[in-house]
């Protein structure tokens, strides 16, 4: 029996605009619905000791900020309404030399609170035109290797936090009060491009504190087991986007670290510990694009633990 070569051309021109109109209807959504679809994950964790006071932490990470993203800039500026008593920023603020000012504004009264910063890679250095797909065998880290010079205002941003009297934890200690509880934090600038020393830093937290606090923005493993070998109760990081690109029952693809894909976003026991990892507000430009993974902030309610007997 003949093949009909007609109606066979005829079934594969369809398979093909079908799967050309799927695509595209895909790249739209993930570019135009998800990337915008803000979400506010919420956390309850008996941390603190017993009879005190709860304490709101809100972790921002990876707005990867251009001045004419204002969808995004208007959501950060509504989660002053939540009313935390402590702001960590995990870095990867900004992704335009332009974008200090419009970060700033967006964070607007939040700056009013207590908070806390470190830098990631994308604070120094402007993004890049990558191919995505390598991601799925190697990391970014090499990327930098032949950028020694910053072009980002950097030293802006962080003056202007600074200013409003949030704690510069690049590879730093720092103690603030919040919500009426004393917090000893620590942390430490990017791993991702070797500007991490944990050695400044290292030693015990202060055991004296009601809450110790390890801050950094990629959740490489070196330093999460020493923020915790050093008594830090919560450890936050941003860097991974929760995989940024996930699929629909498997999740996360890549973490583009160290930190494996079950812990590429969330909060998880770790080490004796606990880790918070935001899967991030923003994209790089260049990938412009969420799927299955959308951008959020988080509210870590901390609450006293149970007495002891």
Known sequence: MGIDKGRLLRTTGRAVAVTGAVGVAGLAYASVIERNWFRLRRYELPLLPPGSPRLRILHLSDAHLTPGRRMLIDWIRGLERYEP??????????????????FIGALGPLLDRPGAFVYGSNDLFSPQLKNPARYLWRTSKTDYRKRRVPDLPWRELGAAMSASGWLDLNNRKGALKAGGLEVALGGVHDSHIKLDRYDEIAGPADPAADLRLGVLHSPEPANLDRFAADGYQLMLAGHTHGGQLCLPFYGTLVTNCG????????????????????????????????FCCRPEASLLDLVAGPDEA
Not at 259 to 288: F, K, M, N, Q
């Open 85 to 102: 008593d402590l702001v960590v920023n995990t870095g990867d603020s900004l992704a335009h030399p332009d974008a200090v000012e419009p």
């Open 259 to 290: 930190i494996d894909r079950r812990r590429a976003w969330g909060l998880h026991e770790y080490a004796g510990a606990w880790l918070h990892v935001s899967g991030g507000l923003g994209t790089s430009p260049y990938a412009p694009v969420r």
